[in-house]
């Protein structure tokens, strides 16, 4: 099956700071990535969508400024959590569609725990 | 707007019984619905996807069924033992917006 990997896994950081996280697919190539953040025992929220060679497509209420996206080739995005705060502190998810197999199925990273300090 | 609903929020049965999730959705216009289970501190492992024209999809002791035109997704979990403990999610992808939408989940434990 298609495998998403995410870096790192975990990380700490202290306020003000910027973090970035990487998602990639080992063994396909994705024009669409997903980020989703997800707070203690809470469901996955979309973030945004992020689309290869264009700009990313935020949801209501995420702030472009402060969370970055890059797909930078077909088989990388980036999220940099800028001037992290404490509430920023989350599991951030990636996921991506394979474009082979069944349509729309989705191929999840195994999370990044980011806290902020 | 499409909402994803998932009943009950907690459920605790003894081990070998057999027991049903329910998932339900306020828009049909779905391409698929896939359930997720999720260790705590973990990501998402995916067990079963149904395709809109499907009616259900079996792995093992996992069943899951598929009513689009009623908005409604059973998984289906036969002789559940301890290690079935998790959260299980459901989350259907939608046609247009072309995003997943997930459910607030289940979270099960199965008492030895």
């Known amino acids: 099956g298609a495998v998403v990997s995410q870096h790192p896994s975990w990380v700490i950081c202290k306020s003000g700071t910027s973090v970035k996280i990487e998602c990639r697919s080992l063994d396909f190539q994705a024009t669409t990535m997903f980020w989703y953040r997800q707070f203690p025992k809470q469901s996955l929220m979309l973030m945004a969508t992020?689309?290869?060679?264009?700009?990313?497509?935020?949801e209501q209420g995420v702030e472009k400024d402060k969370f970055l996206i890059n797909h930078a080739s077909l088989t990388l995005s980036t999220l940099t959590v800028t001037s992290a705060h404490p509430e920023d502190s989350s599991f951030y998810i990636c996921s991506a569609p394979s474009l082979r197999g069944t349509p729309y199925e989705q191929y999840f990273g195994p999370g990044t725990r980011l806290t902020v300090t | 707007k499409q909402e994803v609903t998932q009943i009950p929020a907690a459920l605790s049965v003894p081990e070998g019984e057999n027991l049903v999730l329910n998932c339900s959705f306020t828009d049909s216009a779905i391409y698929n619905l896939q359930w997720f289970r999720q260790d705590p501190g973990k990501g998402l492992t995916s067990l079963l996807l149904i395709q809109s024209s499907q009616r259900e999809q079996t792995s093992g002791r996992l069943n899951a069924s598929l009513d689009k035109s009623s908005g409604r997704s059973t998984l289906y979990i036969a002789a559940s033992q301890p290690g079935d403990s998790a959260t299980y999610l459901c989350a259907v992808f939608i046609q247009g917006a072309q995003k997943l939408v997930f459910g607030q989940g289940t979270r099960l434990t199965i008492n030895p």
């Open positions: 992020s689309n290869e060679g264009s700009k990313a497509t935020y």
